[in-house]
């Protein structure tokens, strides 16, 4: 369940996790990934939403 939360933090899909939880210090790699994702298109973002759902309806994280 951390892995979905930390996933779904970074993408920003379900704030509601941020809110019950006290935010901490993201580590170098965490914050590369944000730096990408910041830099893809709205399309790709989207897109990127898309798949996190399809993986959760597939697999358990």
């Not at 989207?46 to 959760?56: E, G, P, Q, S, T």
Request: glycine letters at 4%; aromatic letters at 8%; charged letters at 35%.
């Amino acid at each position: 369940m951390a892995k979905v939360q930390g996933i779904t933090e970074m993408l920003g899909i379900f704030p509601c996790f941020n809110v019950s939880r006290r935010r901490r210090r993201l580590s170098s790699d965490e914050m590369k990934l944000v730096e990408q994702y910041r830099d893809l298109s709205e399309s790709d973002r989207i897109a990127m939403r898309y798949l996190v759902d399809a993986m959760r309806t597939v697999s358990r994280f």
